[in-house]
């Protein structure tokens, strides 16, 4: 497996896009991956807590697409997700991805001085 450069990966997501695979689609299926691998190393997933760092950009899009998946297809003890960025910026996360920020509630993180948005997901709720 040859591993490339954030600007080797660019140019590859761009011409996969222009070759006419909408960029919607790269994200899923990376998402899609990274969650078969932590199904594969973590298992099983239903009992941990995750926590999932999402930038603004296009890798913060994969990573509210594993949110996504992990929320219906495990359930985890808890799922956070923090996003980085201000609200105003509206992320490729926040654009893409509405079904699951409106699951989400916002909050501020008290602890950082810049005081950046983060949003968690909500816990799914046992039936016991």
């Given at each position: ?83 980085y960025g201000a609200p ?41």
């Amino acid at each position: 497996m040859k591993v490339l450069t954030a600007a080797e990966m660019r140019a590859v997501d761009r011409r996969t896009i222009e070759a006419g695979i909408p960029g919607i689609v790269l994200m899923e299926n990376a998402g899609h991956r990274v969650v078969e691998f932590l199904e594969k190393r973590f298992a099983p997933l239903a009992g941990q807590r995750i926590v999932i760092l999402c930038g603004k950009g296009n890798n913060g899009g994969d990573g509210m697409v594993i949110a996504r998946q992990l929320a219906t297809r495990f359930r985890p003890q808890s799922l956070d997700v923090v996003l980085y960025g201000a609200p105003e910026e509206k992320s490729i996360a926040w654009v893409r991805h509405p079904e699951l920020m409106k699951r989400m509630k916002e909050r501020q993180a008290p602890s950082h001085p810049a005081k950046k948005p983060v949003a968690q997901a909500l816990a799914p709720q046992s039936s016991n």
